[in-house]
């Protein structure tokens, strides 16, 4: 210690230096120097480190956040100054631990009360987002932190009431302890926080059950507020109309709260909402003028909520908007003009609503999006007539208006006609959705340049001719094809058909007069469901098909066909399978245990029935139902 310079000396003087053997790093020399974090504290540390395992499946939520997702207290190591731990911060001057940013971090494990992170009394911030608490009690140690400003404990799997005393955080001016496992939060709670909090400005209380609580107890919350989110809270009663006036609301989620009465109040320009989330509440009667008014707009979801009469102009005014969801809202009528206004719109879902777009060309001006949902929205003919007027090239420019659409679903619809070479045109389309409706003709050839299809489902129309599967060999991301239930004839037979499509999970073909197992399926090792029921394959199933999908198909449909011979059930993870209707002989081969459902009716089967069949399967039908629902476009010949 001898060797230190004398101001640095007389810093650890006067902070009570207690680091046991300081690292001279360049910058303790600077004047501006980081103090380095006390032994007390690094140690606090360091034992909270230990008291979990890393784990990356305890942060797979982060995949969909921005936030990096990697385990931060692998730099943690001693006889480094603490503060320069990774997600560590420390007050300048002081040397205390002021934040600790483990967001994201891989931990598994609990916090138990006397967990050492509770020997950090100077945390002005705190983020343990996306870890996995393996459903610990929230502690009410979490109190002590009396100089907390922000807490961040969203999607960490905490369980048990949170505490009372979570309340006197009266500091706090962030407080997210959304999607958790928690049983509640009681009424005195949240009173609590709401009379305490008076700096609050950022509340996320997403997930918890509220169903015991009076919405009113929100009344008188901070003027500071700016975000309010309360999804899916199980609240019940009157919203307090108090919280739309408040000057600084710009986030507002009451979504998926099914019993909440919403009564809109009368929005004038001084509001400044920026995102307001009111589907599957209990709102419902027209959607009044004023919502005009909201022109700093940029999210708004009224999807699942009982509104009636028309879209007014007024909605033209929301030029900020770039989400708008009115699906299965009773909306109906005629999509107004001005909606060509909302240019920065990238989201736009018209869904399950009577509410008829007419024409295409109101929505050609949205230039930036990239969604267009307009699922069963008795969408005729005259709709595609447009489409096909649209891109027919008359205004050559608006080819590329929609450039960056992504997904189109008009599926559940009454389209006639057949599908114009245009829709394939959009540059970067990765669904598409035209399945249920009454398109006739044949796939345009120019499908093949949509290379970055994912989905394509056009099942369920009357399209005709004869589909080369060489169609689909450019298509090297497609994860989904469906073209079952048309006239059509996939042309399987390409024996030389040297491409495959590695990433599809799902093949529906059926009544597609298939004769041949798609050799484009070879290799697979991702496939999960496959449809060729109702087709004209002879024999048995080729050796090849063995390997496909060994560890990942399980659902598997050849029903209606005239295979004629099972030599073995090579798939590891089936519980689906149909092979009905066919002409199959000899003794009946027992499918793996992991068959919840399995139809061999219609066969030419004879032999003994092994006892077998039924031992030991506790699993049959039951499951049958949940599998149904992974995918909607799933028909089931029985
Ligand atoms: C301490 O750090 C903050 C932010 O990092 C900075 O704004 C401030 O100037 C620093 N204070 C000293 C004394 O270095
Ligand atoms: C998580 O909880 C389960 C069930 O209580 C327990 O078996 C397991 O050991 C816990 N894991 C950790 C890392 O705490
Ligand atoms: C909480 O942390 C997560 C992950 O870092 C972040 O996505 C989220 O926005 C934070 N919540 C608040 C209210 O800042
Ligand atoms: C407010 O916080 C203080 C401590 O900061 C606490 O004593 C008091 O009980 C809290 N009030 C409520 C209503 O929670
Ligand atoms: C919410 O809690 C109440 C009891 O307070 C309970 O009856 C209800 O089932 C819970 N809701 C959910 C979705 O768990
Ligand atoms: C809100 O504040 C008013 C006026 O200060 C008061 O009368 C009322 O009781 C408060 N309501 C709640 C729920 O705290
Ligand atoms: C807008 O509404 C607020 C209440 O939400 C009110 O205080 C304000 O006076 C109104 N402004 C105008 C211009 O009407
Ligand atoms: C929805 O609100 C109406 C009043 O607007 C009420 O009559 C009805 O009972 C509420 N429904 C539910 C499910 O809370
Ligand atoms: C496919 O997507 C990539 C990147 O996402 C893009 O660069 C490329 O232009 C797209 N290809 C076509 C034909 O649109
Ligand atoms: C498609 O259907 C329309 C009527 O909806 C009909 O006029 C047209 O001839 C049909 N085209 C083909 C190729 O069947
Ligand atoms: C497949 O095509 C070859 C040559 O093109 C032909 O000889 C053969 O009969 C076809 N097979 C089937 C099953 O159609
Ligand atoms: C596949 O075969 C076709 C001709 O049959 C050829 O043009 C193409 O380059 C081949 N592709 C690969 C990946 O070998």
Not at 10 to 25: D, H
Not at 27 to 46: G, I, W
Not at 137 to 154: D, P, R, V, Y
Not at 464 to 487: A, C, T
Request: aromatic share 10%; with cysteine; net charge negative.
């Amino acid at each position: 210690m001898g060797c230190l310079p004398i101001f640095y000396q007389l810093l650890c003087l006067l902070f009570f230096c207690l680091s046991s053997q300081p690292t001279l790093s360049s910058s303790s020399f600077a004047p501006s120097a980081t103090r380095l974090c006390s032994h007390n504290e690094a140690f606090a540390l360091m034992k909270f480190k230990s008291s979990f395992s890393i784990k990356q499946t305890a942060s797979w939520e982060c995949k969909d956040t921005s936030t990096p997702s990697y385990p931060k207290t692998d730099s943690w190591k001693e006889g480094i100054d603490c503060c320069s731990w990774d997600g560590v911060t420390c007050d300048n001057i002081t040397g205390y631990v002021i934040g600790l940013d483990l967001s994201c971090s891989w931990l598994y494990g609990v916090i138990p009360s006397k967990s050492s992170l509770f020997h950090l009394p100077h945390l002005q911030n705190l983020n343990l987002a996306h870890n996995h608490f393996n459903f610990s009690k929230m502690s009410s140690e979490f109190a002590q932190f009396t100089s907390l400003t922000q807490l961040n404990l969203t999607e960490s799997v905490f369980a048990g009431q949170i505490p009372l005393q979570i309340s006197h955080l009266s500091k706090l001016v962030s407080l997210d302890l959304s999607w958790n496992d928690y049983r509640t939060l009681d009424e005195r709670t949240l009173g609590g926080l709401v009379q305490n909090l008076t700096e609050v400005r950022q509340l996320f209380l997403d997930g918890i059950n509220m169903s015991s609580i009076n919405p009113n107890v929100l009344m008188n919350i901070s003027f500071s507020l700016s975000s309010l989110s309360l999804e899916d809270c199980d609240l019940q009663g009157k919203f307090p109309e108090y919280i739309f006036h408040l000057p600084n609301l710009k986030l507002l989620d009451l979504g998926h709260n099914q019993e909440l009465n919403i009564y809109l109040p009368k929005f004038n320009q001084s509001n400044h909402l920026e995102l307001l989330d009111l589907s599957h509440a209990n709102l419902s009667g027209p959607l009044p003028n004023f919502i005009g008014n909201l022109v700093s707009l940029k999210h708004l979801d009224l999807s699942f909520l009982n509104l009636s009469g028309a879209l007014l102009n007024s909605i033209g005014n929301l030029v900020s908007l770039e989400y708008l969801d009115l699906s299965f809202t009773n909306l109906s009528g005629a999509l107004p003009n001005p909606i060509h206004n909302l240019r920065s719109l990238k989201y736009l879902s018209l869904s399950g609503a009577p509410l008829c777009p007419g024409s295409l060309n109101l929505i050609r001006n949205l230039v930036s999006l990239e969604e267009l949902h307009l699922k069963a929205c008795n969408i005729s003919r005259i709709m595609l007539t447009s489409l096909g007027n649209y891109f027919s090239g008359q205004i050559p420019s608006s080819l590329t208006n929609l450039s960056q659409l992504k997904l189109l679903d008009i599926s559940h619809n009454q389209l006639e006609g057949s599908i114009p070479n245009e829709v394939t045109t959009f540059p970067n389309l990765i669904t598409l959705d035209l399945s249920f409706n009454f398109l006739n003709g044949t796939l345009p050839s120019s499908i093949s340049q949509l290379v970055n299809l994912t989905l394509l489902d056009l099942s369920s129309n009357n399209l005709s001719g004869i589909v080369e599967s060489d169609l689909f060999s450019k298509h090297q991301k497609l994860q989904l094809l469906q073209l079952s239930y048309n006239n059509l004839y996939f042309n399987s037979n390409h024996t030389s058909a040297n491409y495959t499509l590695p990433n599809l999970q799902s093949l529906y073909l059926s009544t597609c007069n298939v004769n041949q197992f798609p050799q484009f399926l070879r290799g697979s090792k991702v496939l999960e469901g496959l449809d060729l029921s109702n087709n004209r394959i002879y024999g048995k199933i080729p050796k090849w098909m063995w390997d496909v999908g060994k560890d990942s198909l399980f659902y598997l449909n050849l029903s209606h066909n005239f295979m004629t011979e099972l030599e073995q059930f090579p798939w590891k993870n089936i519980e689906i399978l149909d092979l009905s209707s066919n002409l199959i002989q000899g003794d009946l081969l027992i499918p793996p245990l992991t068959t919840s459902t399995f139809l061999i009716s219609n066969n030419n089967l004879n032999g003994e029935m092994s006892d077998l069949i039924c031992n030991g399967r506790t699993n049959f039908m039951e499951p049958f139902l949940q599998h149904l629902q992974r995918d909607v476009n799933w028909r089931i010949l029985i």
